[in-house]
């Protein structure tokens, strides 16, 4: 009998889903400038995920709608992009023009989002603190 073989051990505090928020940033601001302003991703509009896959397979970009997922995932969750959404703020598409205002329903989506980000990030600094305090004790 063949044992089963051992599971791709997957990084301390990334989920496998996610990138590195500067690879995400470089990835797409090559193929869509417009998205980006000072280095910082622009509120999107909805619907944006698939204005991108379609001008990709337009262009035949060498991209995957698997990377392009993972780059939106990773800066969407960020805490500087949650805290952008404000109401009244353009949402824009992915050639850069302004497709709409951020509505009340969805800054107040972000602001829970953003509540729930910086919980995790508090509980992983305690988490890490304790292994450190740990590490000392040994």
């Given at each position: 009998m063949i044992p089963p073989s051992p599971k791709k051990q997957q990084r301390p505090g990334r989920s496998p889903r996610l990138m590195r928020p500067a690879d995400a940033v470089q990835t797409l601001s090559t193929h869509w400038p417009g998205?980006?302003?000072?280095?910082?991703?622009?509120?999107?509009?909805?619907?944006?995920?698939?204005?991108?896959?379609?001008?990709?397979?337009?262009?035949?970009?060498?991209?995957?709608?698997?990377?392009?997922?993972?780059?939106l995932k990773t800066l969407t969750r960020t805490e500087t992009y949650l805290s952008s959404l404000t109401?009244?703020?353009?949402?824009?598409?992915?050639d850069g023009?302004?497709?709409?205002?951020?509505?009340?329903?969805?800054?107040?989506?972000?602001?829970l989002k953003l509540a729930r980000v910086q919980a995790d990030k508090l509980k992983k600094q305690a988490v890490k603190a304790a292994t450190k305090d740990e590490k000392k004790e040994h």
């Amino acid at each position: 009998m063949i044992p089963p073989s051992p599971k791709k051990q997957q990084r301390p505090g990334r989920s496998p889903r996610l990138m590195r928020p500067a690879d995400a940033v470089q990835t797409l601001s090559t193929h869509w400038p417009g998205l980006f302003t000072g280095g910082q991703l622009r509120p999107l509009a909805i619907g944006v995920r698939e204005q991108l896959f379609a001008d990709a397979a337009q262009r035949t970009l060498p991209l995957s709608h698997k990377v392009l997922r993972r780059c939106l995932k990773t800066l969407t969750r960020t805490e500087t992009y949650l805290s952008s959404l404000t109401v009244g703020v353009a949402c824009y598409n992915a050639d850069g023009s302004v497709d709409s205002l951020v509505p009340p329903e969805r800054e107040a989506a972000a602001r829970l989002k953003l509540a729930r980000v910086q919980a995790d990030k508090l509980k992983k600094q305690a988490v890490k603190a304790a292994t450190k305090d740990e590490k000392k004790e040994h």
